[in-house]
């Protein structure tokens, strides 16, 4: 696709869930009133009788879930991550991961989204809590295909699947004929100045920042970590065995999540590597505003990144 | 598919005191357990395992099964003991009961043992689970039926009432669930901790088709489930009055006895008053 046109990846994830259920995929999808956040209407308007709205009861409507699966459906749920992760966390635990039920588990408008309306609607922590559980996998998309690939293993895969969603409309930079590989680091762009990885939408930050990193005669290598589990971290290994230099960028806070991980792989392999983790301050609330206002104060948007950058390397 | 064993009340009974000497045996055996909680609810599972359900272990993966949720998961040695007394499990199985890594944990786990469909533990989970059951069966037009048993106390958890509004809403009829009303909870008396009453008067007040019946007499309690409308349209609650520790008279409706387990010459007294 490789496209500047923007999409929303909601829109993706509705038609993935629809081109499923047309390949006699079992799948169901379990709400919390919130359809309007899902976007799920064209999948209702086709398969009304596979959509089931439990009210505002999110405990309630991962217990439903969990039993859907128990019946033999592929389940669904798409609610805000705040409420997904955080009302709804022991049946989150015991009943889709313990269990290890055939739950998709999607956190909509993830990270500060919802910048504005404030903590109560962030999500800056479902990174980490969702990897202090066992036995399910963790995706982050970055843009619609990677988003269309994700569904696409997820709604195979038989067991849990936490998958991060972003609410805004984004660009495309994965080709047509790309593949999802659970584990597999996803390099958007070889350098050997400086390491940007990140997570998510910010990764759109990542390449922008790279752009303008290479205008200055800097060269970055961008990674993409999609796949927050499995993940294979080989390719990282070898990125800052190269370039001495890793810059980790989240919408997420600095406790347990993509910084957290680069910082556990640079420990656990003895990497000699200057780290900088970007994201929300550890031990704090995020900043509440327009969101491009979140990220400039976290400095996880492009002129933090190439600030950053410029810095490590003495410039 | 039916119930392999189809066994009648007396033969039910007898099941249950065979089931309550395992208990007993057992937890005596493994230094812990929620001895009150097994003995209380054994009448109802001995009724569901040996007459009611239509599942053995011959059908664990049959879809068409019915389900059993054991909410009250810290009733998870009587249980066991059921499985054991329907060979779910190996009798000798109840020896290693909350050994470590063993096949019988101190809460049921699906992945380990037989019969188990949901790992529970944490109250308040298996009713929400039972509604997504039971309504995976309306949607795909299964016959199954959904049976969770919860405890008293567990009740007091907010998210009972949320699929209880649910199961209502839904008009589940093909979701049974019993309440082990034993009036003990942990810390006390459920009326004195938190009260749970007018109980009938919540269930119905949320949509329910609610029953009372005496959980520890294997006949009417099967009567009472045997004689539920499940067209009715609506979610069935059989709140089943029980006795927690029901058959060992200084284990019953002592609220002491939430965890505590028979010792020296106590494991013998409770053997010769159910003989």
């Known amino acids: 696709m490789n496209t500047q046109e923007k999409i929303d990846l909601r829109d993706t994830m509705v038609q993935t869930l629809i081109e499923a259920v047309d390949q006699q995929i079992n799948v169901a999808v379990a709400v919390s009133d919130s359809t309007s956040t899902a976007k799920i209407a064209p999948f209702q308007k086709k398969f009304p009788e596979r959509l089931v709205n439990v009210g505002i009861a999110e405990q309630n409507l991962v217990g439903v879930a969990t039993g859907l699966a128990l019946g033999g459906y592929v389940v669904v749920t798409t609610n805000a991550a705040p409420f997904l992760v955080g009302r709804a966390n022991e049946q989150v635990k015991n009943d889709v991961c313990y269990s290890q039920t055939n739950v998709k588990l999607v956190g909509l408008n993830a990270g500060v989204c919802y910048g504005p309306l404030a903590s109560t609607h962030h999500a800056i922590d479902d990174l980490s809590i969702m990897r202090g559980f066992g036995n399910i996998q963790i995706f982050a998309p970055s843009d619609a295909v990677e988003t269309r690939e994700i569904f696409r293993y997820a709604l195979r895969y038989n067991g849990p699947v936490y998958i991060r969603m972003d609410s805004a409309k984004f660009p495309t930079f994965h080709e047509e004929d790309y593949r999802f590989e659970p584990g597999k680091v996803d390099v958007l762009r070889e350098g050997n100045a400086v390491t940007i990885i990140a997570v998510g939408s910010v990764v759109h930050e990542a390449m922008a920042a790279a752009q303008e990193l290479a205008a200055q005669s800097f060269s970055a290598e961008v990674l993409n970590i999609s796949s927050i589990r499995p993940l294979q971290p080989q390719r990282i290994i070898e990125s800052l065995q190269k370039t001495k230099r890793v810059i980790t960028v989240e919408e997420h806070s600095l406790h347990g999540g993509l910084g957290s991980i680069v910082s556990e792989i640079i420990a656990d392999n003895g990497l000699q590597a200057i780290s900088v983790r970007l994201g929300i301050t550890e031990g704090q609330f995020s900043k509440a505003g327009p969101r491009d206002k979140i990220r400039a104060y976290y400095k996880i948007d492009k002129q933090g990144i190439v600030e950053t950058a410029r810095k490590m390397m003495g410039n | 598919m039916a119930n392999e064993f189809g066994l009648d009340y007396e033969q039910i009974e007898q099941k249950a005191k065979e089931i309550r000497k395992k208990i007993i045996m057992m937890n005596s055996r493994a230094g812990q357990g929620h001895t009150g909680a097994d003995l209380s609810e054994t009448d109802i599972l001995s009724s569901l395992f040996f007459r009611i359900l239509n599942t053995n272990k011959q059908h664990l993966s049959d879809p068409d099964r019915d389900r059993f949720i054991l909410s009250k998961g810290h009733g998870v040695g009587g249980f066991y003991c059921m499985l054991a007394e329907a060979g779910y499990i190996d ?61 008293d106390g567990e009740l007091q958890e907010g998210s009972v009432w949320e699929a209880a509004m649910c199961a209502a809403h839904f008009k589940l009829d093909n979701l049974i669930i019993i309440v082990d009303r034993n009036t003990l909870q942990l810390a006390d008396r459920t009326e004195k901790i938190m009260a749970l009453e007018p109980l009938t008067d919540k269930w119905k007040a949320f949509g329910c088709d609610v029953h009372e019946t005496d959980g520890n007499d294997a006949a009417k309690f099967v009567e009472t489930v045997e004689g539920l409308n499940l067209q009715n349209g609506k979610p069935h609650v059989v709140i089943a009055k029980t006795i927690k520790g029901k058959g060992v008279s200084f284990i019953e409706d002592q609220p002491a006895w939430h965890h505590k387990i028979p010792v020296g010459d106590e494991i013998a007294l409770a053997i010769e008053e159910l003989e």
């Not at chain 2, 020896?95 to 992945?111: A, M, W």
């Open chain 2, 91 to 151: 009798e000798s199985d109840l020896e290693t009961y909350l050994q470590f890594d063993s096949k019988l944990p101190g809460h049921p786990v699906r992945q380990k043992t037989p019969g188990v469909e949901l790992n529970t533990g944490a109250l308040g989970h298996g009713l929400p689970v039972g509604v997504g059951l039971a309504l995976s069966a309306k949607m795909s037009g299964r016959k199954f039926r959904v049976f969770v048993l919860t405890g």
